[in-house]
């Protein structure tokens, strides 16, 4: 697999290389024509284990390709050699193209990338625009010490107490089976901190409309005293964890 990454990266370097330009590490695609036109898409690999670097090319290509968005794919680089490189887990270039983007889509693993690279990642999230996570993302960035920004970190239990012990969203949209859903369900939804939001897809009240479980796990977070109900769009229902934040 890693001659197979390598051969990838010499690709991508030829195909966004000009005769005259200096090689670049990461793949810009133009968007052609769609409902994205004009609109920018950053999508962030770097893991180990389920090949984001093969993935989020192939995304982009037909978000540009077949919605007109302009996107740029980066990637985890070996510095010495400028090679796609996974398992680095210190440098990401190109994420100064967060500038401009509408949409930041990120698929990294424990990264613990330099305060310059970082910076661009929490000025974005800074502006409140939106991210799709993949995967791994749910623990993005393992950043070790007092660096600056630590508290991106995985399991963060640092001096900023409103990053510590958990998430502002979870989103269940998992198996439909009923020890999938209470999976789900049990290992998540403690972690949604008070005033976060709890979303589960596929909620069916009538059992000829599709599967009980999603609808008896809104039923288990109605009744336990954590959630309020805040609205249904199709089959998506959110609620509201209670409680004030500490």
Same mark, same amino acid.
């Given at each position: 697999?890693?001659?197979?990454? =390598?051969?990838?990266? +010499?690709?991508?370097?030829?195909?966004?290389?000009?005769? %005259?330009?200096? $090689?670049?590490?990461?793949?810009?695609?133009?968007?052609?024509?769609? !409902?994205?036109? &004009? @609109?920018?898409?950053?999508?962030?690999?770097?893991?180990?284990?389920?090949? %984001?670097?093969? +993935?989020?090319?192939?995304?982009?290509?037909?978000?540009?390709?077949?919605?007109?968005?302009?996107?740029?794919?980066?990637?985890?680089?070996?510095? =010495?050699?400028?090679?796609?490189? $996974?398992?680095?887990?210190?440098?990401? !270039?190109?994420?100064?193209?967060? @500038?401009?983007?509408?949409?930041?889509?990120?698929?990294?693993?424990?990264?613990?990338? !330099? #305060?310059? *690279?970082?910076?661009?990642?929490?000025?974005?999230? *800074?502006?409140?625009?939106?991210?799709? &996570?993949?995967?791994?993302?749910?623990?993005?960035?393992?950043?070790?010490?007092?660096?600056?920004?630590?508290?991106?970190?995985?399991?963060?239990?640092? $001096?900023?107490?409103?990053? *510590?012990?958990?998430?502002?969203?979870?989103?269940? #949209?998992?198996?439909? %089976?009923?020890?999938?859903?209470?999976? #789900?369900?049990?290992?998540? +939804?403690?972690?949604?901190?008070? &005033?976060?939001?709890?979303?589960?897809? #596929?909620?069916? $009240?009538?059992?000829?409309?599709?599967?009980?479980?999603?609808?008896?796990?809104? *039923?288990?977070?109605?009744?336990?005293?954590?959630?309020?109900?805040?609205?249904?769009?199709?089959?998506?229902? &959110?609620?509201?964890?209670?409680?004030?934040?500490?």
């Amino acid at each position: 697999m890693k001659y197979a990454s =390598k051969l990838l990266v +010499a690709l991508f370097t030829v195909a966004t290389v000009s005769a %005259s330009a200096a $090689p670049k590490q990461w793949l810009d695609y133009k968007g052609k024509k769609g !409902p994205g036109k &004009g @609109k920018s898409i950053v999508l962030i690999s770097g893991d180990e284990e389920y090949r %984001s670097e093969e +993935a989020m090319p192939l995304l982009a290509s037909i978000l540009s390709r077949h919605h007109g968005f302009n996107c740029r794919v980066v990637f985890a680089i070996d510095p =010495k050699s400028g090679i796609v490189d $996974p398992n680095n887990r210190n440098n990401i !270039p190109g994420l100064e193209a967060l @500038k401009d983007a509408d949409l930041m889509v990120i698929g990294t693993r424990f990264r613990d990338l !330099p #305060d310059d *690279q970082m910076a661009h990642i929490d000025a974005y999230l *800074q502006t409140g625009k939106p991210v799709i &996570g993949m995967r791994t993302a749910t623990h993005a960035f393992n950043i070790g010490g007092n660096k600056t920004y630590a508290h991106y970190s995985n399991g963060y239990n640092g $001096p900023k107490k409103e990053w *510590q012990g958990g998430f502002g969203m979870v989103f269940i #949209d998992g198996g439909h %089976s009923l020890n999938a859903a209470l999976t #789900d369900y049990r290992a998540w +939804a403690p972690h949604v901190l008070p &005033g976060g939001i709890l979303a589960i897809h #596929d909620v069916f $009240p009538d059992p000829a409309c599709g599967g009980q479980a999603p609808f008896t796990i809104w *039923q288990l977070a109605t009744q336990s005293g954590l959630f309020e109900p805040l609205g249904t769009q199709d089959t998506l229902r &959110g609620l509201r964890r209670l409680g004030r934040y500490r």
